[in-house]
């Protein structure tokens, strides 16, 4: 049964430690998102339940945690979150700061150079 968690889970890596609360809370938290979800049937969000409050060791939680939808591992960049428009909508604009303009009005000016350069030498 604990085959569908990876080896690196600490509740199979480590199953003989003790149930910490702060890892009842975040259980108890992913329990309920996924019953709310409806991920999980009344039925096994409670039997989860019960043996989330009972397990004394982390290997006990096996069961708790086996086909509950994973964790993100990660946040949306900045840059690529939705700022909660529809799709097909234009985001607005987004203000370019000072050092933006000047490394562009930069490379602008050395590539006007170089063509001069090559105007002249040609």
């Known amino acids: 049964?604990?085959?569908?968690l990876p080896?690196?889970?600490p509740y199979r890596s480590t199953p003989a430690l003790p149930v910490a609360d702060?890892?009842?809370?975040r259980l108890s938290t992913r329990l309920n998102a996924a019953f709310e979800a409806g991920s999980l049937d009344a039925e096994d969000?409670?039997?989860r339940l019960d043996r989330l409050f009972a397990a004394?060791?982390?290997?006990?939680l096996v069961p708790v945690v086996q086909g509950l939808p994973p964790l993100a591992t990660y946040d949306a960049p900045a840059l690529v979150a939705s700022t909660g428009g529809r799709p097909g909508e234009l985001a607005p604009a987004r203000s370019g700061n000072s050092l933006t303009l000047v490394t562009v009005a930069g490379i602008a000016g050395a590539?006007?150079?170089?063509?001069?350069?090559?105007?002249?030498?040609?």
């Open 1 to 4: 049964m604990s085959d569908e």
């Open 7 to 9: 080896i690196s889970s």
């Open 22 to 25: 702060d890892e009842r809370n």
């Open 45 to 47: 969000y409670q039997a």
């Open 56 to 60: 004394r060791t982390l290997g006990e």
């Open 111 to 122: 590539v006007l150079l170089i063509a001069l350069l090559l105007a002249l030498l040609l």
